[in-house]
């Protein structure tokens, strides 16, 4: 099974300043169609998860453009270019290449300090 | 709109059975494959299982395979768990959820929690 490292695990975040959450894999994420498929998730507390980024970098429709998605092969980055409160939450990878399974990152829990 | 609606978790004592269900609204529930994820108390998500768009597939995480059985009846656009068998470590909040490029679904979750 494909093993998904993100880090860090806690992330302290100030309003308005930028924040990274790395993700990494155990093996290369790219696909036979040359595709890599690579999710970020957001979990708000008390609320299912919502898919952020599709395809390291594709941002789903309603996401702020705040949010970007970036990467190749085994080392992949979300970014939030100006945090704002409402982005507290647990963030995770997923991929979608080597299946099954599917599997997570352990989640990056972003908090306000 | 597109919505996942979820019912059919509860408390149970281990070794008994429980199926979950997830109706499907507001898009073409026979186009997509959907799967099983779960998220223990505390902890993260963890696939479980996923079934293709016609039923032609299915696939299982190795902690639930030969216990838990996916289905589908695109006819009522609804999705299956059937648990069997379940163990304390099947604790958890269960989503169904559609991974698809530019279409993303969860359902509210519901709560399967394993307890003699």
């Known amino acids: 099974d494909v093993v998904m490292t993100q880090s860090p695990l806690s992330l302290p975040v100030t309003v308005g300043q930028p924040a990274s959450i790395s993700c990494r894999s155990s093996q290369s994420l790219v696909y036979s169609d040359g595709n890599t498929y690579l999710n970020w998730y957001q979990q708000r507390p008390g609320q299912s998860p919502r898919r952020l980024i599709y395809k390291v970098s594709n941002r789903d429709s309603g996401v702020p453009d705040r949010f970007s998605g970036s990467g190749s092969g085994t080392d992949f980055t979300l970014k939030i270019s100006r945090v704002e409160a409402e982005d507290v939450g647990v963030y995770y990878c997923m991929q979608g290449t080597h299946w099954p399974p599917w599997t997570f990152g352990q989640g990056t829990k972003v908090e306000i300090k | ?116």
């Open chain 2, 1 to 116: 709109q597109a919505q996942l609606v979820q019912s059919g978790g509860g408390v149970v004592q281990p070794g008994r059975s429980l199926r979950l269900s997830c109706a499907a609204s507001g898009f073409t529930f026979s186009s997509f494959g959907i799967h099983w994820v779960r998220q223990a108390p505390g902890k993260g998500l963890q696939w479980v299982a996923v079934i293709w768009y016609d039923g032609s597939n299915k696939f299982y995480a190795d902690s639930v395979k030969g216990r838990f059985t996916i289905s589908r009846d695109n006819s009522k656009n609804t999705l299956y768990l059937q648990m069997n068998n379940l163990r304390a470590e099947d604790t958890a909040l269960y989503y169904c959820v559609i991974i698809h490029d530019g279409f993303d679904l969860w359902g509210q979750g519901t709560v399967v929690a394993v307890s003699s």
